[in-house]
């Protein structure tokens, strides 16, 4: 084969290949401005919600599948949203597949659930493109199905551990002579007792017992105030009633476990012979457990749930109270 044969099959290989570029080019171009003349509406073809049902605090994606002519695009995404969710970050638009005049969209958006029993989420809107020779195309509204959220089992090893207590810092007094410390300590009680001796004076003082319950009541009621006057945030009063809960029913049920997680606190107290009523126990659960989620998983807090704990935190005070002669404060405990 000489030089000149392979010199026309190259010229006959680029013209042909022209040839073809130009005629799917025409094609393309004949198929954009036929939808632009019918002017192709948006096509839905799939919207997914997943999982469902969910668990507190579980990740769920719900996400819509759309056929678009070429020349309409979804530009933006939002979802609004009812109480009981959190969206995360701002949804996200994917080309998934582009066809011969057409092109297929995924857009989806996750949030968490931070409330427990069936959920209305809401609706998702899309945005598109406007294109120079056609009206404004409208948004497309997509309702988000609604979800059933479980609380989180017992037994999940993932739950979160509670916060470690605060200690306090080493005070100067650890930078004393600890001889020095207790000669002072000596010195301080022999002049306070003989004040007591020279003076004579007795006096007969009824001792004062404050309750556990006189005083988880007297601190939930100063929490609701402070709820109500906007004087703390909703995610500190959350914790401050987190923290009276589980102070109350450690002092009234005689449980020491300052160390105990969420989920071993919570066990201790459904095992078999517990002293906690067994009607108080799902209530208990639940709160503590999202309590934990919104502290550790930085959801933001609803305040209906919130006010809802309270009264149902006083609720459970009122009636594990043991009989009384007198009310909180009392000289003694029956």
């Known amino acids: ?51 469902s049902p969910a668990q507190l605090g579980q990740t769920v994606q719900f996400g819509v599948t759309l056929k678009s002519p070429w020349h309409q695009r979804p530009q933006k995404a939002t979802v609004i949203h009812d109480v009981g969710i959190q969206v995360i970050d701002k949804p996200s638009i994917s080309l998934q597949k ?12 996750d949030f968490k659930p931070y409330r427990t029993g069936f959920l209305q989420l809401g609706k998702m809107i899309v945005k598109f493109n406007q294109h120079q020779s056609l009206p404004s195309l409208p948004d497309m509204h997509f309702d988000i ?48 007792f003989a004040i007591y001796l020279i003076i004579g004076h007795k006096r007969n003082a009824d001792q ?14 100063e929490l609701r105030e402070e709820l109500s006057n906007n004087k703390i945030s909703l995610e500190l009063c959350l914790f401050k009633l987190t923290d009276i809960v589980r102070e109350y029913i450690e002092k009234r ?37 999202a309590a934990d989620l919104i502290k550790f998983a930085k959801l933001p807090p609803d305040e209906q749930v919130v006010i809802t704990a309270l009264d149902k935190a006083e609720k459970l005070v009122s009636e594990t109270r043991p009989d009384l002669q007198t009310d909180a404060v009392s000289g003694g405990v029956k």
Do not use: C
């Open 208 to 221: 004062i017992v404050v309750t556990p319950w006189g005083t988880a009541l007297l601190e939930l009621t």
């Open 253 to 289: 049920f005689l449980i020491h476990a300052p160390q105990q997680t969420t989920y071993e606190f919570l066990a201790e107290l459904n095992l078999p012979g517990s002293p906690l009523p067994e009607q108080h126990r799902p209530f208990l659960q639940e709160f503590m457990t």
């Open 1 to 51: 084969m000489n030089r000149l044969t392979l010199k026309k099959i190259f010229t006959i290989s680029l013209i042909l290949i022209a040839a073809a570029v130009v005629l799917l080019s025409s094609a393309a171009a004949m198929i954009y401005w036929h939808n632009v003349k019918k002017n192709t509406p948006v096509e839905q073809l799939e919207t997914k919600l997943s999982p």
């Open 145 to 192: 199905p609604g979800l059933e959220v479980e609380p989180l089992p017992l037994d999940k090893a993932e739950n979160p551990l509670l916060a470690p207590p605060m200690t306090e810092s080493p005070g100067i007094l650890h930078n004393i002579n600890r001889l020095y410390l207790v000669v002072g300590l000596i010195l301080l009680l022999l002049l306070l």
């Open 98 to 109: 582009i066809g011969f005049g057409y092109i297929i969209w995924k857009i989806s958006a």
